[in-house]
C-alpha cells in the first residue's frame, strides 16, 4: 500500500498549505485535506475522550486518524472532516422544528453519555483516570481526585467551615453527594455540528472526562452564546436540570475564577500565592517506577518544564 498524502509532508508543511487552502476552522483547527482538519496543539485527555467515546457510545465523533508529536512535545491530532456547519453558525436559520429535531438528537446523544459506567462512584479524572483538564479550573492538569478533592480545588482550597461565606448555595453543593458521569464538559452551539436539519458531529473533547453529575449542565451554562435565553431552555430539556448547582457555580465564576490557575494576589497590602492545579501525588508516584512512553510522558514534560 502506498503512502497517503499526509505521510508525504511535514506537519508544519501541511497546516501551512491548509491555512492557504482553506477558510479557518478555529484558534487550534486547520484543514488540511478535502476529508482530514488538524487540530493542536492538544492534550491527552481529548485523545482519550475521542477514543473512548468512539468504542463505547453511538455519538458522532469525529474519526481520529493519528496523533501527531513534534519535537517540542506539543500534541497535534488528526481527524475527520465533517461537513457542515456548527449550530452556533446555523441557530438564526432554523425553524422551531428544525431546532426540536436537533435537540432531540443533542439529547440522545447526552444520554448515552451519562449511561456509560463510571470506574468508581467518586472520581473526577480523564476518560482513563488519567488528570483532567478544564479551563474552569484552569490552564492546568488536575486530578485523579474524588468529589470532595475537586470541590475544594473548585473553591480555590477554601476551607469547609469558611465555605458558608460564599453563600448557602456554594455550602450546600460542596457538602452533597454525586454520581459521577462521563461528561463533555463544553456543550456549546460551536461544538456540535449540524447537517441537513441533524447533529452530525459533536467536536472538541478537550475537557472531557468523568465529573459530578452536574458539571455537564453548570459547564453548559459557562460560555457566552447570542441568543443564550434560547440556548438555555433548550439545556433544561436535553440535561438532567441543577439549579442550585448552578447557582453556586455562578458565585464562584464570579469571585474565585480559575481556581486551578497559578496567580499571586495583592489584597490590602497581603501578598497571597495560589499554588494552582497539579497532577495528584498519588498518580505521579504510580507513574515514577514504571518506564512509559505514552503521550501523558510527553505532556508531563511540558508540565515540568512550566511548573
Known sequence: MGQSIGTLFPLRLRLWFGSLLFRPLGPSTTRVSWHRVIKGPCDPPEVEAMRYVASHTTIPVPRLYAVHIEENGLIYIEMAYVPGD?????????????????????????????ALQPPAQDIV???LQNPAYDLRIGARFFGPMN?????????????????PLLGPEVDKVHTARYQTHFTHA????????????????????AFSGWYPEYWEFTKAHYNYFPGQEDWEEYLRIVLPCYETELAAERILWERLPEPGTRATLHRNGVTIERKGSDPSVAWLDARAGRQLTDLWSVALSRWQDGK
Open 186 to 205: 463544553d456543550l456549546a452551539p460551536r461544538n456540535i455540528i449540524v447537517r441537513h436539519g441533524r447533529v452530525a458531529a459533536i467536536i472538541d473533547w
Open 86 to 114: 456548527t449550530l452556533e453558525q446555523a441557530w438564526n436559520g432554523l425553524s422551531t422544528d428544525q431546532r426540536d429535531t436537533i435537540f432531540a438528537d443533542i439529547k440522545q446523544h447526552m444520554s448515552s453519555l451519562r
Open 125 to 127: 479524572s480523564s476518560a
Open 147 to 163: 468529589h470532595a478533592e475537586f470541590h475544594s480545588t473548585v473553591r480555590g482550597r477554601l476551607r469547609m467551615e469558611d465555605v
